[in-house]
C-alpha cells in the first residue's frame, strides 16, 4: 500500500532527489517492482520519472558499464528507511528537498472499486495470470482465495512484454487490449495481486497515450479479505 505524503518525502529526500530531478527507475527483472516505483513517483506528483525498458538485464546485455553499490548508496538507502520510521513516529526528519502531492485520481480505494461493479463507469482489468483469475490456480499468499472482482477482464501483465522483458511496442500494445475487448476510448483501472504488477499494465496504457489510468492499490489482497467479498470464478460463472 502506498506510504502517506509525508513519508514518501522523506524517503526520497534522504535519497537525495529533489523536485527538480529527473528520475530513471529500474528493477533487476527487467520490468517488475519498477513499474510500481514509476507510478508511486507520478501518484506524488513528480512526472519527471522514467523507466529502463528491460531494466539491468537489458543494460548489461547491451554492454554497458555496471558498478557495485557504494557505501554512499547503501548509507542513502538506510537513511531513507530511516526517515520513514521518524515520519510514522511522529518525529520531524531532516528538511525535504521534494515535496509530494497525491494525485488522487491515479489511485483507487476499495470503496471506487465496490462503487464500480454497479455503476461500471470504467473497465476494470486484472494484471494477474489466468488462472488466479478464474479462480482455478491458488494464490500465492497463504490464506487468500483466487478469483476476481465481479465486471473484471483478464489481461496478465506479462503480456505486455517481450522476451526480454521489455514493453511491447505500441501497436502490438493496443491489440492486445482490444483482444480481450477493452475499449481504449473508455476509462480503465487496473489492479492485481498488492499492487505491483497492476503498474505493468498501467505503464504499458501510459506508453500508447492513456496517462491517467488510475491503479486500485490494495488489488485482490485487499479485496479478498472483505467478510462477504463478492468473488467471481469460472466455476461459479459457469
Given at each position: 500500500?502506498l506510504?502517506s505524503?509525508a513519508a514518501f518525502s522523506a524517503a526520497?529526500?534522504a535519497?537525495?532527489?529533489s523536485?527538480?530531478?529527473e ?8 520490468m517488475f517492482?519498477?513499474a ?8 506524488f506528483?513528480?512526472?519527471?520519472v522514467r ?5 539491468l538485464?537489458?543494460w548489461?546485455?547491451?554492454g554497458f ?17 530511516q526517515a ?10 531532516n528538511?525535504?528537498?521534494f ?7 491515479l ?6 472499486v465496490n462503487?464500480?461493479i454497479?455503476?461500471?463507469t470504467?473497465q476494470h482489468i486484472d ?19 483466487s478469483?476476481?472482482?465481479?465486471g ?12 526480454a522483458?521489455?514493453l511491447?511496442?505500441?501497436n502490438?500494445?493496443?491489440k492486445r487490449?482490444e ?7 473508455r476509462?480503465m ?5 498488492s499492487?505491483?504488477t497492476?503498474c ?12 491517467d ?16 467479498a ?5 466455476a461459479?460463472?459457469?
Amino acid at each position: 500500500m502506498l506510504p502517506s505524503e509525508a513519508a514518501f518525502s522523506a524517503a526520497v529526500s534522504a535519497l537525495g532527489v529533489s523536485d527538480n530531478d529527473e528520475v530513471i527507475v529500474y528493477d533487476g527483472k527487467g520490468m517488475f517492482s519498477a513499474a510500481r516505483v514509476w507510478w508511486m513517483f507520478r501518484v506524488f506528483g513528480h512526472e519527471k520519472v522514467r523507466v529502463l525498458d528491460g531494466g539491468l538485464p537489458q543494460w548489461r546485455a547491451s554492454g554497458f558499464d555496471v558498478e557495485s553499490s557504494d557505501s554512499g548508496a547503501v548509507l542513502k538507502a538506510t537513511a531513507a528507511s530511516q526517515a520513514v520510521e521518524m515520519v510514522y513516529h511522529g518525529k520531524e526528519p531532516n528538511p525535504s528537498i521534494f515535496k509530494a502531492k497525491i494525485q488522487p485520481h491515479l489511485v483507487w480505494r476499495i470503496e471506487e472499486v465496490n462503487e464500480n461493479i454497479h455503476a461500471q463507469t470504467h473497465q476494470h482489468i486484472d494484471a494477474r495470470s489466468k488462472g488466479r483469475f478464474d479462480g482455478i490456480a491458488p494464490e500465492p499468499r497463504i490464506g487468500i482465495r483466487s478469483g476476481h472482482i465481479p465486471g473484471s477482464k483478464c489481461i496478465p501483465f506479462p503480456e505486455m512484454l517481450d522476451n526480454a522483458q521489455k514493453l511491447l511496442p505500441p501497436n502490438e500494445l493496443r491489440k492486445r487490449f482490444e483482444q480481450e475487448g477493452i475499449s481504449l476510448d473508455r476509462p480503465m483501472v487496473v489492479s492485481c495481486g498488492s499492487g505491483v504488477t497492476a503498474c505493468i499494465v498501467a505503464l504499458g496504457l501510459y506508453r500508447i497515450g492513456k496517462p491517467d489510468i488510475p491503479v486500485y492499490d490494495g488489488s485482490w489482497t485487499e479485496w479478498e479479505a472483505q467478510p462477504a467479498a463478492p468473488i467471481i470464478t469460472a466455476a461459479a460463472s459457469s
